[in-house]
């Protein structure tokens, strides 16, 4: 296993700071019950105060809740249910991007997606980003803190609301690096699937990283099948090296190796995100490198998604045609590499993740 670049906390060592009080929207039903017997309440409030939380309530709206009750939960713990700061909706296919406000002020961006096989949402697990990928508007301002898993799962809760719709599946791809914020993540795949709450199949989420070799090694390990979505985007660690400056730690035969391992331990197909960027990697002999280097590098199924850059205008990239996207497609399947073109949702919304929260903090 490769080593840990010492600016990572390890597994279990989170850095997120919590506050003293207990955080609700982080607990289980288990512990919510356990924790509203502590206050001296019976436990089927605990699993009133559960069902609430889980539909995106404020303490106002839980009105079968004493309200002697109410005002000693928020005297006594936290609740991280984020605000709608902002909305924007597409009116081609009601893709609905969110800003959303955090209890500190902090904000990070949601998007609800409608697919033919049910609701997405996909959630940010930081407020900014420290991996500093070239093309990512996230990144632009670094990283201010970590989630919660409470504020995570929060994003899902406040949209099934808003909209009134069941969500069925999470991409965890939105600002943030969802293994850089390890501990928040597993526990948010935690609560997001338990049966009693949303209750969001865990084969319905996808992980998204840029390459922390270590962390796929543990993620691995927790016994959890969602799927690995791992951002590639070269085939060439200089070109990498350029791009992700993660790659410089974990270079590609290291991240493929990593993948690898996955896939023997869970079984779980990965994904490979490969965004296309004008003149960088978007050749056709840049198709035929990632051909190769994959062939070589994964023994198993793997998906390669490819997708059109969403332009940041502080970053100078931008995205090659869609014909080029179709040849480098094409040219993948015909070397045997299942691969897609990701279809774009909210097309006349389509600021790139982490620009409102970028114009939000500089407004
Ligand atoms: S692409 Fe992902 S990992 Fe890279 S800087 Fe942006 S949010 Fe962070």
Redesign the pocket.
């Known amino acids: 296993m490769a080593q840990m670049d010492s600016t990572f906390a390890k597994c279990g060592e989170s850095e997120v700071s919590v506050t003293e009080k207990p955080d609700l929207l982080g607990m289980t039903l288990a512990e919510t019950k356990a924790f509203v017997k502590n206050l001296g309440e019976a436990a089927f409030r605990g699993q009133q105060l559960y069902g609430w939380m889980q539909k995106g309530a404020s303490f106002d709206e839980m009105t079968n809740l004493p309200l002697a009750f109410r005002k000693r939960l928020e005297a006594e713990s936290t609740y991280r249910l984020p605000r709608i700061l902002q909305k924007q909706v597409s009116k081609m296919d009601g893709t609905i991007k969110y800003l959303m406000g955090m209890i500190d002020g902090e904000c990070v961006e949601s998007v609800f997606m409608r697919y033919a096989h049910g609701n997405t949402v996909c959630v940010s697990c930081q407020a900014g980003?420290r991996?500093?990928?070239a093309f990512?508007a996230?990144?632009l301002r670094g990283r201010s803190r970590d989630l919660t898993a409470s504020e995570i799962l929060g994003q899902i809760a406040v949209i099934g609301r808003d909209t009134g719709e069941r969500v069925g599946g999470v991409v965890m791809m939105g600002?943030?690096?969802p293994l850089d914020n390890y501990d928040n993540t597993v526990r948010f795949l935690h609560l997001v699937s338990e049966k009693d709450g949303l209750n969001i199949g865990l084969r319905h989420i996808s992980v998204?990283t840029?390459g922390l070799v270590p962390r796929i090694h543990c993620l691995a390990e927790e016994g959890l099948p969602i799927t690995l979505s791992v951002?590639l985007h070269a085939s060439d660690d200089a070109v990498r090296d350029r791009l992700?400056p993660v790659n410089k730690t974990y270079p590609i035969d290291s991240l493929l190796e990593a993948c690898q391992y996955y896939f023997d331990k869970t079984g779980r197909r990965v994904s490979f995100e490969y965004t296309l960027i004008a003149g960088e990697n978007d050749s056709l002999a840049d198709a035929a490198a990632l051909a190769n280097r994959l062939r070589r590098g994964i023994h198993s199924p793997c998906h390669v998604n490819l997708i059109l850059l969403n332009s940041v205008k502080e970053t100078g990239f931008s995205a090659p045609g869609r014909e080029r996207a179709k040849e480098f497609c094409a040219y993948l399947e015909k070397r045997g590499i299942s691969a897609t073109i990701r279809r774009k949702l909210g097309s006349d919304i389509d600021a790139s993740?982490?620009q409102l929260r970028l114009n939000h903090i500089e407004s």
């Open positions: 980003c991996m500093g990928c990512c996230s990144t600002i943030g690096e998204s840029c951002s992700m993740c982490g």
